[in-house]
């Protein structure tokens, strides 16, 4: 069974802080990795993806990558109310003779004005 | 642009009773999923189909059914449904290769009383 671990939160930051949001996963062949931001009664919607070591910077978002210790993580700059949601991560790794998204249950962040 | 776009949005049934949630996406993407999201669970995948003319089981497939129309059109049928099945679906599509990403529908709330 591939995994896909998240803390459920909440995660409780003050306006203009960083959110640092953590994802483990138990696939060493896993390839891709994404972030999709969830809000209340709404369908998630892609953040960022990515593919290789490192980090990699969209706007205040920046995903970081640790294959060898099989972690994901985001980091949320300067934090707003509106970025209150729930942060799903997901990483694609190969099942069943196909690739599939496999979704941790996501952590709930909330940006306190 | 409409992407994935799934029906009905609200659902109410009877234990019992059966119906189909439609779901087509103007993406031109071979695969298709159907997802399941419980409060706290995070997303499940209850059936998918890679291509048109295939379906596969997913993770939680018991009182579900599926039918891959077309290659715009994956439907998911409850034949019985129980209260357990009282959710939120999710339809989703993704283009072919590993990094490619999964986009989701708006959802579909369905209760089962």
């Known amino acids: 069974q591939k995994e896909v671990e998240q803390n459920s939160g909440p995660l409780s930051v003050p306006e203009g802080a960083i959110a640092s949001l953590n994802c483990t996963y138990s696939?060493?062949?896993?390839?891709?990795f994404f972030w999709y931001r969830q809000y209340s009664g709404k369908s998630p919607e892609l953040i960022m993806f990515?593919?290789?070591?490192g980090d990699k910077e969209d706007g205040r978002f920046t995903a970081q990558l640790n294959k060898a210790s099989q972690y994901v993580s985001l980091l949320i700059r300067d934090s707003q109310p509106s970025d209150s949601a729930t942060y799903l991560c997901?990483?694609?790794?190969?099942?069943?003779?196909?690739?599939?998204?496999?979704f941790g249950s996501g952590t709930r962040l909330l940006v306190r004005p | 642009n409409a992407g994935v776009t799934q029906t009905p949005k609200f659902q109410v049934l009877k234990t019992g009773q059966s119906m189909t949630l439609q779901c087509a996406q103007d993406?031109?993407?071979?695969?298709m999923y159907w997802y399941r999201q419980d409060p706290g669970m995070g997303l499940r995948l209850i059936y998918y189909?890679?291509?048109?003319?295939?379906?596969d089981k997913g993770e939680v497939p018991n009182g579900y059914n599926v039918s891959r129309l077309n290659k715009r059109e994956f439907s998911l049928r409850l034949e019985s449904a129980a209260p357990s099945q009282t959710s939120v679906y999710f339809c989703?599509?993704?283009?072919?290769?590993?990094?490619?990403?999964?986009?989701f529908g708006e959802g579909s709330w369905l209760t089962v009383v």
């Open positions: 989703a599509s993704r283009g072919t290769g590993s990094g490619n990403t999964i986009y």
């Open positions: 696939d060493r062949g896993s390839q891709s």
């Open positions: 990515i593919y290789s070591n």
């Open positions: 997901a990483v694609n790794s190969w099942v069943d003779s196909s690739y599939k998204l496999i």
């Open positions: 993406m031109n993407h071979n695969s």
């Open positions: 189909s890679a291509s048109e003319g295939t379906t």
